[in-house]
């Protein structure tokens, strides 16, 4: 049986069931439903061939070329859906909520699948579900504190004591600064980090405050969607004022592990922010394998940096908490504390 259903009536009603996206490789890899198999009806090169078709020539001859590049793969498109769905229950999309996928699904159809569902709209309309979904009203708690404050670290503790948490710096891939990218798997797209980002917060309930980490709108190469980052801006920023040493000793942890030539190529690309004398002093103490001083020089940049955007957010929204410590538990039950006695009020 094949039933036609919105986008976020399948999410709120079926959750837990596989999708195929039917897109070409390409399309699939530029963003898609997280989750979701690709089983491409065309290849990239085929795709294309049947586009140009269509504009420079006919419908009629693009749909024949496209049977002729589909029918040698409708026993392999059988398999493949099984592997996803052996239950024969599953949900199919490609772009539009076109042809591409209603042949698929029929094709599923004849050869027994007992559930399929054609999500109306395809791809397109889950990416404005998406954006729509982030306009809705959060409770949001952002922590924030200069560099090295161990915030990641925080949210992690934060989550084990029963609270929500997104980590947008972990869905991204990236810690944000120069240096983020160290030790991290690849960035995902623009539009896959919006999509996981999506799939991140919809679990959650947003009746409860969901603790973000305060971020910039761009995360090493990615963006997260507009209407999250104002959000975030507009609401109670908890910042934690951990002593420089501290953080500086914490980056060393983190950091000093890496090569120092990709630690001398990070702090290069931040000279002009850094200045001249800062940058040459940072990169000596570097060859010293003096960390903690490439660290305390770096800070006077970022502190400087994060200060000034804290100084455009509403201050009566500001509420900082000093903390003596870097221990990541310890720290979290403290701000636990310091946010429900600045919540009654």
Not at 154 to 178: F, R, Y
Not at 223 to 242: G, N, S
């Amino acid at each position: 049986m094949i039933t036609e259903i919105s986008v976020s009536d399948f999410f709120n009603r079926h959750i837990g069931v596989p999708i195929i996206d039917v897109r070409s490789p390409g399309e699939h890899e530029k963003g898609h439903i997280p989750g979701a198999k690709n089983i491409p009806l065309f290849t990239n090169e085929e795709r294309a061939e049947v586009g140009t078709m269509y504009v420079q020539i006919s419908r009629e001859d693009a749909l024949e070329l496209a049977y002729k590049f589909v029918n040698p793969k409708l026993d392999w498109f059988g398999e493949e859906s099984l592997k996803v769905a052996p239950e024969k229950v599953v949900a199919v999309h490609c772009w539009r909520g076109g042809m591409r996928s209603r042949s698929f699904a029929e094709h599923l159809d004849a050869r027994g699948f007992s559930q399929v569902y054609l999500l109306q709209g395809g791809y397109k309309a889950y990416r404005n579900f998406m954006l729509d979904y982030f306009e809705s009203p959060f409770r949001l708690r952002i922590l924030g504190g200069y560099t090295g404050s161990g915030k990641t670290y925080i949210l992690k503790e934060l989550q084990e004591m029963g609270e929500q948490v997104v980590d947008l710096e972990g869905v991204a891939n990236h810690k944000g600064s120069v240096f983020g990218g160290f030790g991290e798997a690849s960035q995902p797209t623009v539009e896959q980090y919006e999509n996981n980002l999506l799939a991140a917060f919809w679990p959650l309930d947003l009746n409860v405050p969901i603790w973000l980490e305060d971020e910039s709108h761009r995360i090493g190469k990615v963006t997260m969607p507009l209407a999250l980052y104002r959000k975030i801006r507009e609401q109670r920023l908890y910042f934690i004022d951990v002593p420089k040493e501290l953080r500086a000793k914490h980056l060393v942890g983190e950091y000093a592990v890496h090569e120092k030539e990709d630690l001398a190529r990070a702090i290069n690309s931040i000279h002009k922010r850094l200045g001249g004398q800062s940058t040459m002093l940072a990169l000596e103490h570097l060859e010293k394998n003096e960390f903690f001083e490439v660290a305390m020089l770096t800070l006077q940049f970022y502190d400087k940096a994060y200060h000034k955007g804290m100084s455009k957010r509403d201050q009566e929204k500001v509420f900082s908490l000093e903390l003596t410590g870097i221990d990541p538990a310890s720290n979290a039950r403290e701000i636990l504390q310091f946010v429900q006695e600045n919540e009654r009020d």
